[in-house]
């Protein structure tokens, strides 16, 4: 089992940047992708960003330009650099790493217990 600490996640005002850190630990073998999602009340968790081990990255067109996502791999840690922060931004941000298991290469989806931001006018 792999287990996900998250952290940095707050209030704002608009316009405001944050920092949301997850750090993975426990039984781990091989983390490959790592990303943030959000959900809004009443919305779908979305994805925000993620990031391969070799440090390929995907951003969501709503954070473009505005966030950076990052990662230590030697600290099993990835990171959320979110700027020029709105409102609509405001939601529940989930982690979720995947692991590969040896040999039989089945991944797990590991997920953090959510961090709240929340972004005033």
């Known amino acids: 089992q792999v287990q996900l600490v998250e952290s940095g996640g707050g209030l704002v005002q608009a316009g405001g940047s944050l920092r949301l850190s997850c750090a993975a630990s426990?039984?781990?073998?091989?983390?490959?992708?790592m990303g943030w999602y959000r959900q809004a009340p009443g919305k779908q968790r979305e994805l925000v960003a993620d990031?391969?081990?070799?440090?390929?990255?995907n951003y969501a067109d709503s954070v473009k330009g505005r966030s950076i996502i990052s990662r230590d791999n030697a600290k099993n840690t990835v990171y959320l650099q979110m700027n020029s922060l709105k409102p609509e931004d405001t939601a529940v941000y989930y982690c979720?790493?995947?692991?590969?298991?040896?040999?039989?290469?089945?991944?797990?989806?590991?997920w953090g217990q959510g961090t709240q931001v929340t972004v005033s006018s």
């Open positions: 990031i391969t081990n070799g440090g390929s990255t």
């Open positions: 979720k790493v995947s692991d590969t298991r040896p040999v039989s290469w089945i991944i797990d989806d590991y």
């Open positions: 426990g039984s781990i073998f091989s983390i490959n992708a």
